[in-house]
């Protein structure tokens, strides 16, 4: 059996449940929290970073979401998720990239730090001009995501691609945290209400952090 090392609200560990649920393969969950820096769990994840997955009975750990994901789409190949031509894959993790590093760093990781670190783990409010930073950034990646929108049902062509789960991984973080505004977004929000609706995001919606609470529309797939 695998299990995944993660919380609730890592975008990294979202985008890998994401796609063990898109390919059917059964696994765990653990609550790992990388701040608190327990240290058994550096033999597992290097970095000291969720996610981490292991399986114990064939001795097989692997870290970072990216080689967990490629892992998976090596050793399960009969429900690809990175699809295409050569082209068409190397789009699809341009984008992964941008998501795990732009958006991540402009958006998930401050919303991160100032909604649930700050509330939930040093009972401190957040900093106002982070988050209006965070909400400003949010809205130029709306466009972005729109405007690839444009010209196919997914993000990279008319199937549905390790781009579109990176990217609702991320997505998911930031409107937990309630720093998406849909309003004027609406071709994305059509995308995002796509992914919701599949089996493989239910379990992600119904998860809580604690006792912080998303937007009432959060779990909502016709939001
Ligand atoms: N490149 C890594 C990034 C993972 C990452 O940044 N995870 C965050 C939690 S969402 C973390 O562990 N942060 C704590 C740290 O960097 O020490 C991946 O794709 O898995």
């Known amino acids: 059996m695998w299990h995944l090392y993660q919380f609730p609200l890592c975008p990294f560990s979202r985008k890998v449940r994401l796609l063990l649920g898109e390919k059917g393969i059964a696994y765990e969950l653990i609550s ?41 789409e090596e050793v399960e190949p009969a429900k690809p998720l990175l699809v295409g031509s050569a082209e068409v894959r190397a789009e699809t993790r341009r984008l992964i990239a941008w998501f795990d590093g732009r958006f991540y760093a402009e958006v998930g990781m401050p919303l991160l730090a100032e909604k649930m670190i700050k509330r939930l783990f040093y009972r401190q409010p957040p900093d106002a001009s982070v988050l209006r930073g965070a909400m400003r950034a949010t809205t130029e990646h709306m466009e972005m ?27 998911s973080v930031a409107d937990y945290l309630g720093g998406i505004d849909w309003a004027g ?8 209400a796509a992914l919701k609706s599949r089996p493989s995001f ?13 937007p009432a529309h959060y779990g909502d797939v016709n939001f």
């Open 145 to 171: 995501l729109g405007a690839a929108l444009d010209h196919h049902r997914w993000l990279v062509g008319n199937a549905i691609s390790m781009a579109d789960l990176a990217a609702a991984a991320h997505l």
């Open 32 to 72: 790992e929290y990388p701040w608190e820096k327990r240290p058994g769990f550096r033999d597992i994840s290097q970095t000291g970073q969720t996610p981490a997955m292991r399986n114990s009975e064939r001795d097989v750990a692997i870290a970072d979401s990216n080689a967990i994901c490629e892992y998976f």
């Open 202 to 214: 239910r379990p992600l919606l119904d998860e809580r952090m604690g006792a912080l609470m998303p």
């Open 185 to 192: 977004h609406d071709q994305v929000r059509d995308w995002y």
